[in-house]
């Protein structure tokens, strides 16, 4: 796939083709140009955004057991990402879902769990091939918003404000404008030049075609921590972006407009970039408080309960937050008679506090929760 360059706008006169009411067929292709996206400013900010991501990359081999970063991580953007779609729940809910053999929950947690669902797979499909097709988009996608209707055909699809219903963005519609799009997409995010500018702007591209009836947002999400992952930038997913923009999101509406409507990237370049820097700073911060959780928690059950102590223990009580009887057989490879007098001991020496749900007794680990729940 060669990466053309994008239709000259002067040319196109893009301030009068582009009308929000209609299809936006003459979205421009990537890459934009150059003297719009690399600007002092942008280059200075993604200085300060790839000392803190190679930080945040280092940092997350303290904690021994990966799987203890990832689901608390993945948890947590999957809540966010959602909430940016007024898909609302609680960190509680969600990790009672989790921890639950029941699969009845309610829609909003339902949507968490498929969206985290469709993060993993991500992950696991850049681990396994390092590069990421269209066909991929739209797995992901799929597994979001648990339909197969698969990229747009039919009219209507328009972003309208909230509050007002009026229709701020038309994207394009023909089936030639919208395959070629895609396709360029997918050339830039695979080539072998990689930068955080580029994150940015495949997240412009990515919204402003927004190839799918519904799930664009999150899907979106996903994709930039793909990009993360694929360029190593991070070697498990744990950006999450989404916490930045639910405290910014008028902004990221707004200058999402903006690039279309006037051609200002620098902007929106710079608003991702600081926000991949201040929630890899917030996640560094969050990793130390996790690692010294975990080194106490050690440390208490050797002191206090000697003989019930192993690695695997403790290190399940930190994957699974919300623990149970089962967690354990598994991890520790004992019997449900030894696995409830561990966690009943556990609950004596203060690490963990018992309550039932529904006939369930779950068990938290408290200090965690509270660590994950900031
Ligand atoms: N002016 C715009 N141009 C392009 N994309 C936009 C614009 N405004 C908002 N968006 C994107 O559209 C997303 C919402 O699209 P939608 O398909 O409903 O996703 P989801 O179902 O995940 O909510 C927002 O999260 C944002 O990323
Ligand atoms: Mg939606």
Not at 265 to 284: A, F, H, M, P, Q
Not at 354 to 364: Q, S
């Amino acid at each position: 796939m060669s990466l053309t360059s994008a239709p000259n706008r002067e040319i196109l006169g893009h301030m009068e083709s582009f009308d929000p009411q209609k299809p936006y067929d003459a979205l421009p292709l990537l890459p934009p140009d150059s003297a719009k996206t690399d600007t002092v400013a942008v280059l200075r900010q993604e200085n300060k955004t790839v000392s803190a991501l190679a930080e945040l990359k280092g940092l997350a081999n303290i904690i021994p057991n990966q799987s203890i970063l990832i689901n608390a991580i993945v948890l947590q953007e999957a809540k966010d990402s959602s909430e940016i779609e007024n898909i609302i729940t609680t960190k509680d809910e969600l990790y009672k879902a989790v921890s639950s053999t029941t699969g009845k929950y309610d829609p909003a947690i339902k949507e968490v769990m498929f969206y985290r669902e469709a993060l993993y797979e991500g992950f696991k499909r850049i681990r396994e091939r390092n590069v990421l097709s269209m066909n991929d988009i739209i797995s992901l996608q799929q597994i979001l918003v648990r339909n197969n209707a698969g990229i747009r055909k039919l009219p209507g699809t328009a972003l309208a404000n909230d509050k007002t219903g009026e229709i701020i963005y038309t994207p394009p519609q023909s089936e030639e404008a919208i395959n070629a799009l895609t396709a360029n997409l997918v050339a830039y995010f695979n080539d072998d030049e990689a930068s955080l500018i580029k994150m940015a702007v495949l997240h412009y591209q990515f919204e402003s075609i927004h190839p799918f009836y519904d799930g664009n947002g999150r899907t979106g999400r996903i994709v930039n921590i793909l990009y993360l992952l694929l360029k190593q930038y991070l070697d498990i997913p744990i950006l999450y972006l989404s916490s930045y923009i639910i405290k910014n999101k008028a902004l990221y509406y707004k200058l999402l407009i903006d690039v279309t409507k006037d051609g200002k990237w620098e902007d929106w370049i710079i608003y991702i970039l600081k926000g991949v820097e201040e929630t890899s700073r917030e996640t560094i911060v969050k990793i130390r408080q996790i690692k010294d959780l975990l080194d106490k928690t050690i440390e208490r059950v050797k002191e206090r309960i000697p003989k019930i102590y192993s690695k695997e223990l403790v290190e399940t009580l930190f994957v699974n937050p919300y623990c149970k009887i089962e967690f354990i057989t598994s991890s520790v490879g004992v019997e449900r008679k030894a696995a409830s007098r561990y966690l009943r001991q556990l609950v004596d020496i203060g690490i963990l506090k018992e309550y039932k749900v529904g006939k369930e007794n779950i068990f938290i680990n408290t200090d965690l929760f509270e660590i994950l729940k900031k």
